[in-house]
């Protein structure tokens, strides 16, 4: 663990300047690989693509795909089609509720 | 410390059955979940419906807990009785590793490892709750690393929030963000390390959004490197400006002559005031978009948001001679209803 320092840390956008690999998904969210690939399966997350030579790979918006995935799956006992119904819900949700805004 | 009335976070009396209490945490848990509910406390009772729950669905430790008398009153100060727990025959506890931490000084002093130790046999609850909390993902690090295989290890991936004004993401800002790490030190005991981080939070990132400070994270082992931090960005409660993405909505005021003549105006963006151009013949409600004036775009693969004006008229008050007069002589020039087409047919 670094100490406090003068230099000021720069860091990346996630949702826009990072991808993962499946580990590094799964290590970011603490999720476990069965885990993701039941959710995977079920299309609640979805890979931005799949190469045979890098396996999967995933945009920065799954970051908070898979943390409230993995906290619905673990707080209210949902199973992974649960977690698909339930992730397009609140996706469909914060669509309207932008609508309201913008009215 | 406050009296907690587990029975009260779940409504139910204490005559509840096991069955009772699962149902009515379920159905609460669901209301009160912070990633489903948008209340702006719905993450606090969400923890105490967590910690209710913990407690009474363990028959023991609701065993433990009745005896303390219904006497007490929610929030009411409140002392454990000395050896209250003693004559107890407790099995293991099935907390998660972790999940304790989060709970009350009520719940730590009842059923946590604040007090264990010392000479006297204590439930078993408190034993492996004492080596638990936040440490234990670092625990279970030290237990991969010395059991050989791997021997390297990265250190976890570590999140927190970090709370950030509208400015800050219109300009870039510099923050020194105080974060608490459990760190587990050479005799195994488990302390809470403050650190602060100076972090440049990069100029058009908006709430919701992640940072990854590289290396920030738990230690590795061995050759294993060091885990990332995230910082997930909210934005501070501001009574002005309302932000979806990166598009920026604010309500101004204009009186009915410059929405009707057009007018020239100043606004507000939280990052100092522009000029704007009302058009003749505007309309309550209209909303007027400012190109590019939203929060920035983070690099050249990103538009900039917009900054929405939305118009709301504003009557000056009919109090005094001289506006009364200024209202009738508006009604005399204008055969103007507002109702013309306000029937009950539909048309």
């Known amino acids: 663990m670094i100490e406090s320092r003068t230099a000021w840390l ?35 997350i979805e890979p931005k693509h ?15 795909r898979v943390r409230t995935a993995r906290r619905l799956a673990r707080d209210l006992e949902i199973n992974a089609a649960g977690i698909a119904l339930v992730l397009d819900l609140l996706d469909e949700i914060e669509v309207l509720r932008a609508q309201l805004l913008r009215r | 410390m406050k009296y907690k009335d587990y029975y009260e976070a779940l409504g139910l009396p204490r005559s509840a059955t096991q069955d009772d209490i699962k149902r009515a945490y ?44 219904d006497q007490w009153r929610n929030g009411q100060d409140f002392q454990p009785p000395p050896q209250w727990d003693e004559g107890f025959e407790f099995s293991g506890a099935d907390n998660q590793p972790g999940e304790e931490a989060r709970f009350s ?36 690090d030290l237990e991969d690393a010395y059991s050989g295989v791997p021997y390297s290890t990265p250190g976890r991936d570590h999140h927190a929030k970090v709370v950030i004004g509208l400015e800050d993401a219109y300009r870039g800002a510099q923050r020194s963000i105080s974060l608490d790490t459990p760190v587990l030190d050479a005799s195994g005991h488990v302390t809470v390390k ?79 005031a522009v000029e704007m151009t009302i058009p003749r013949d505007s309309a309550g409600g209209r909303r007027l ?35 009364r007069a200024a209202y009738e002589t508006l009604r005399q020039a204008f055969s103007f209803d507002p109702r013309a087409h306000f029937s009950g047919d539909p048309s």
């Open chain 2, 194 to 272: 403050s650190r602060t981080l100076n972090v440049s939070i990069p100029k058009g990132v908006y709430g919701g959004q992640h940072l990854r400070l590289a290396g920030q994270g738990g230690a590795g082992f061995g050759d294993g490197r060091a885990g990332d931090l995230y910082l997930e960005i909210h934005f501070r409660e501001n009574g002005r400006f309302r932000v979806d993405g990166r598009d920026v909505t604010i309500d101004v005021p204009v009186a009915p002559w410059e929405a009707a003549l057009g007018a020239r105006i100043t606004v507000p963006t939280p990052d100092g």
């Open chain 1, 50 to 64: 799949a190469s045979e030579s890098e396996g999967l790979r995933f945009d920065g918006v799954s970051l908070r």
């Open chain 2, 289 to 323: 978009r400012l190109r590019g004036k939203g929060i920035p775009a983070s690099g050249p693969a990103v538009t900039p948001g917009d900054l929405y004006a939305r118009l709301n008229i504003v009557l000056p008050s009919a109090d005094g001679d001289q506006a």
């Open chain 2, 26 to 69: 379920r159905k609460l848990a669901r209301k009160y979940h912070p990633d489903l509910s948008k209340l702006d406390d719905a993450e606090a009772h969400f923890k105490e419906l967590g910690e209710a729950y913990s407690v009474l669905k363990d028959t023991e430790k609701r065993v433990a807990y009745d005896r303390m008398g």
């Open chain 1, 10 to 44: 720069e860091c990346l956008i996630v949702e826009e300047q990072v991808e993962f690999t499946l580990s590094e998904l799964c290590r970011a969210t603490g999720t476990s690989e069965d885990q993701l690939a039941l959710w995977i399966d079920q299309g609640a």
């Open chain 2, 105 to 140: 000084e009520f719940f730590d002093a009842l059923f946590g490892g604040a007090r264990a130790g010392g000479g006297r046999a204590s439930p078993e609850w408190k034993r492996q709750a004492a080596g638990s909390g936040q440490a234990e993902g670092m625990r279970q």
